[in-house]
């Protein structure tokens, strides 16, 4: 089993609608969880962070975490051309410092 | 504030030749992280430094692979001898301390 794991999708969204990003971990004793953004051809850059069990919102955006699932999910509101890319999980692992783990990323398109 | 610095930004060699990647971390960010992208195996942490030390290079695939960190203002990772299925695109990253990350730009590695 993959320490962490999402869809590769690629998932296609309407313009305005609401996207689903979904990611799952295996160490139950992570803490720490990201989602990162990447443009094609482009570096990673951190778009959310959450530690705590519930939803954290920033603007359109809001993480969801359940740790009893070992699940973490991003949503992205009102869906723009520009939210067209691969969005990236990133878990913390316990001890492992500032270590992440990532996974391989879900592609998102937006549908104009 | 400068980002992170990475150079080469592409670099195509022949196998069995000596590569070296070169990077530079926002200042005053104490930790710094080598990772690899490819395709088939998503973003994968090669070695991490704190404060200029290792701390933990257990993604370093073999001994052809090495970095260093002489300051902190500078690391090097390097291929030797470089072979075909090195070719990805190599990410240096660095962090203030926590877990937010800074990538940089990204060197796109091609072995022929």
């Known amino acids: 089993q993959k320490e962490v794991e999402q869809n590769s999708g690629p998932l296609s969204v309407p313009e305005g609608a609401i996207a689903s990003l979904n990611c799952t971990y295996s160490d139950r004793g992570s803490q720490s969880f990201f989602w990162y953004r990447q443009y094609s051809g482009k570096s990673p850059e951190l778009i959310m962070s959450?530690?705590?069990?519930g939803d954290k919102e920033d603007g359109r955006f809001t993480a969801q975490l359940n740790k009893a699932s070992q699940y973490v999910s991003l949503l992205i509101r009102d869906s723009q051309p520009s939210d067209s890319a691969t969005y990236l999980c990133?878990?913390?692992?316990?001890?492992?410092?500032?270590?992440?783990?990532f996974g391989t990323g879900t592609r998102l398109t937006i549908i104009p | 504030d400068a980002g992170v610095i990475q150079s080469p930004r592409h670099e195509v060699t022949e196998m069995g030749q000596e590569v070296t990647l070169r990077c530079k971390p926002i200042s005053g960010h104490n930790s710094l992280f080598w990772y690899r992208q490819t395709m088939m195996r998503g973003l994968e942490l090669l070695i991490y430094?704190?404060?200029?030390?290792?701390?933990?290079d257990s993604g370093m695939p073999e001994d052809r692979f090495s970095a260093k960190m002489p300051n902190a203002s500078f690391s090097t990772l390097k291929i030797q001898p470089s072979e075909p299925r090195d070719s990805a695109v190599y990410f240096c990253?660095?962090?203030?301390?926590?877990?937010?990350?800074?990538f940089g730009p990204g060197t796109r590695l091609l072995v022929l």
């Open positions: 990133a878990v913390n692992p316990p001890g492992g410092n500032e270590k992440l783990t």
């Open positions: 430094f704190n404060n200029n030390v290792p701390i933990d």
């Open positions: 959450i530690y705590s069990n």
């Open positions: 990253a660095s962090s203030p301390g926590g877990e937010t990350q800074y």
